[in-house]
C-alpha cells in the first residue's frame, strides 16, 4: 500500500539559512498534518491543512510556514533556522472526509542546524 | 488542556513474558485514542484507535483496552522484533481534529 512520502529524508543548513520539507500525503487522502520530534522528545503538532486550507495550528513558529497544493502536497518553509530547530519533521495525512481519524505518519525528514 | 502520561518509561522483558503497558489520560471530550509504533528514526505507524469505554482491539501479539481514565497495551509473549517505542495519543472534541496529544511513550525491549 502507498504511504506518505517525504522529501528530503535528511537536510543540514547553517544557522539563519531557510528550509523547504516536502510531503506527500497517501492517495485520496484530504489532510496533511506537520508534527516536530525533538531527541528523546514526543512529536509535537505544528499545522494541519484540510483540503488546502489551513485547519489547525499547534506550537508552530511563526519563521515557519506552510501551505497545501491543488495535487494535496504540502511544504513545510522554515526561516531563519536555529540551533533548536534541528529535529525530526513528520508529516502524516489522513482521510479526514470520510470519516477516518488516523494520521497515518511519513519516514520524516531529518533536520540539522549547524 | 489535554494531558497523556504513559508508564512505564523503559521496560525490558524476555522473549514469551508478557506484560502491559499503561496510557493514563485527561482530555475534554475524548474522540479517539491512538496506539502507535515508533522505531528509531522513523516515523510512528499506526496500531490502533479506540473510541469507548470498554472497547478492545487486537493485532497478533498487541490487545489494546479503554477505561474512561486509561488505555491498556497488552504485549502477549512477546518477540524480539516488538522492540520500539509505543507511544499513546489522544483526540478530544475541544482541541480541534488535527490536534494528536502524545504521551512520551514506553521504550520496550525484549531480549531473546
Known amino acids: 500500500a502507498a504511504g506518505v512520502i517525504q522529501s528530503p529524508r535528511h537536510l543540514i543548513k547553517e544557522k539563519r539559512e531557510t528550509a523547504t520539507l516536502k510531503c506527500y500525503p497517501i492517495?485520496?487522502?484530504?489532510?496533511v498534518y506537520w508534527y516536530q520530534q525533538g531527541p528523546g522528545q514526543d512529536p509535537q503538532f505544528l499545522i494541519s491543512f484540510y483540503e488546502k486550507m489551513q485547519s489547525d495550528k499547534g506550537s508552530i513558529p511563526d519563521r515557519f510556514s506552510a501551505q497545501q497544493f491543488s495535487d494535496y502536497h504540502s511544504e513545510l518553509n522554515m526561516s531563519s533556522l536555529e540551533l533548536g530547530d534541528s529535529a525530526l519533521y513528520f508529516c502524516a495525512s489522513s482521510e479526514r472526509l470520510a470519516g477516518v481519524d488516523e494520521q497515518f505518519f511519513g519516514p520524516g525528514t531529518r533536520l540539522t542546524v549547524l | 488542556e489535554d494531558q497523556v502520561t504513559q508508564s512505564p518509561e523503559a521496560l525490558r522483558l524476555q522473549e514469551g513474558e508478557s506484560s502491559s503497558l499503561n496510557c493514563s489520560y485527561t482530555?475534554?471530550?475524548?474522540?479517539?485514542l491512538f496506539w502507535y509504533r515508533q522505531d528509531p528514526g522513523k516515523g510512528p505507524e499506526f496500531l490502533f484507535t479506540?473510541?469507548?469505554a470498554g472497547e478492545e482491539k487486537e493485532k497478533e501479539r498487541l490487545k489494546a483496552t479503554l477505561t474512561k481514565k486509561e488505555s491498556f497495551l497488552h504485549i502477549t509473549a512477546p518477540k524480539p522484533e516488538d522492540s520500539a517505542t509505543y507511544l499513546c495519543a489522544v483526540q478530544s472534541h475541544v482541541s480541534g481534529y488535527s490536534t494528536l496529544t502524545f504521551g512520551k511513550g514506553t521504550m520496550l525491549l525484549v531480549s531473546p
Open positions: 479506540l473510541y469507548s
Open positions: 482530555v475534554s471530550g475524548l474522540r479517539g
Open positions: 492517495p485520496r487522502h484530504d489532510t
